[in-house]
């Protein structure tokens, strides 16, 4: 039944050119992230500091920053992993024309994929920024400020809050990556969906609007989800060894062995 699932994705994929591959957390649990919404998970054990709340007070900044560098330290110690590589090099191949992802780990750009097929609809944690210039700053930069001065950093060009590059919990989600997303989701010839519980919206959307586009739903996912009914193909595996799988068959496709 596998080995069938993988034969007839690796025949998706190598057909495909506008594909859009959508990610989720396990997309990077094999890397060591852990994935921080799942039981015992980071948000389990921390009730989420609403974006509100950031706001309106500089100790609940603190707060905040406090809990992030906990899960900076991890992000920042992992590598890409056999599933980041596998898209990457379907971008590479030309099958692949953008990666939407719900991941703040910048691993697809650290797997080689360029900035501009890679669309961060939940923002980026490896950097910082200022809500009011926009002026990036480093994570390592927060620490800082915050071991020297014991406050929550901020900006050094305009003295406004300095927030990790994130979009928190009550943020409103950014509207060029969400417009690019739909655009490129509307444009695509196949949607592939790994990784994701496609529990939280409205990242969960752009596969149904992948389906209701007519668009082949293909859900690559460890556990079922809610969306599994919409899809013309759902593989409940690991993502790095089924995408290994595929990309074995995929490559020999576009040697000309394979047809």
């Known amino acids: 039944m596998f080995e069938e699932q993988i034969d007839e994705l690796a025949g998706l994929v190598q057909r495909a050119r506008r594909a859009v591959v959508f990610t989720g957390a396990g997309i990077s649990t094999e890397c060591g992230i852990p994935d921080f919404r799942s039981p015992g998970g980071f948000w389990t054990r921390y009730k989420p500091i609403e974006y509100s709340a950031f706001l309106a007070s500089e100790d609940t900044r603190l707060e905040a920053w406090r809990r992030f560098l906990m899960i900076h330290e991890t992000i920042a110690k992992a590598e890409p ?12 191949l030309g099958h692949v024309s953008h990666v939407i992802t719900q991941n703040i780990d910048g691993l697809h ?3 080689g994929i360029p ?5 961060e609809i939940h923002g980026n944690g490896t950097y910082a920024k200022c809500l009011s210039c926009g002026l990036r700053h480093e994570n390592d930069w927060v620490k800082v400020v915050i071991a ?13 809050i300095v927030k990790s590059a994130t979009i928190s919990f009550g943020q409103s989600m950014p509207e060029q990556e969400m417009a690019d997303a739909k655009a490129a989701t509307l444009n695509a010839d196949l949607f592939i969906s790994i990784g994701s519980s496609l529990q939280v ?4 959307g752009f596969p149904v609007l992948a389906s209701q586009n007519r668009t082949p739903l293909v859900i690559l996912n460890r556990e079922e ?8 193909l759902v593989i409940h595996a690991d993502s790095g060894p089924a995408l290994e799988a595929v990309m074995a068959r995929v490559t020999m496709g576009d040697s000309g062995t394979l047809q």
């Open 225 to 232: 989800t809610g969306l599994d009914g919409l899809a013309k």
């Open 148 to 160: 020297e001065a014991g406050r929550a950093p901020a900006c050094s060009g305009c003295g406004g």
């Open 201 to 204: 919206f409205p990242a969960a």
């Open 109 to 111: 750009a650290a797997s």
């Open 81 to 92: 992993g056999p599933s980041h590589r596998a898209v990457a090099r379907l971008v590479q």
């Open 115 to 119: 900035a501009e097929r890679i669309i």
